[in-house]
């Protein structure tokens, strides 16, 4: 039991990192606290809700993945190298891929 709840300090450990170390990911969750602002303000439904929750996990959970990714391919190469910059390159792309269906998602909880 106390190795499964450690597993929740260590991750806690890693989210607050990552908030003082990636830009992104705070521009993300503020934008995440303005959707969810809007959402009580507007009242959303509780499919609407999930929908939104959904979109925000899915979002900050890839934008933590791809700043552990990009710091996981600085230190196995860290000079230049065209194939771990095309490996950071698909991380960032998975983040927008995320963050495009989120803001589609967001266009139609919110002005649909």
Excluded: Q, T
């Excluded at 934008?31 to 899915?58: F, K």
């Excluded at 933590?64 to 065209?82: I, K, Q, T």
Aim: glycine content about 14%; aromatic content about 6%.
């Amino acid at each position: 039991m106390k190795k499964f709840l450690m597993g929740f300090v260590h991750a806690g450990r890693g989210i607050g990192a990552a908030l003082r170390r990636e830009l992104n990911l705070k521009v993300m969750l503020a934008v995440g606290a303005a959707a969810v602002g809007l959402g009580l303000y507007r009242g959303l439904s509780r499919l609407e809700w999930v929908a939104v929750v959904l979109c925000l996990g899915l979002v900050l959970g890839l934008e933590l993945m791809n700043s552990a990714g990009e710091r996981l391919v600085d230190m196995v190469s860290p000079g230049h190298d065209p194939r771990a910059g095309l490996v950071k390159d698909m991380l960032a792309g998975a983040v927008l891929v995320a963050s495009v269906a989120a803001a589609v998602v967001g266009v139609l909880v919110f002005f649909f």
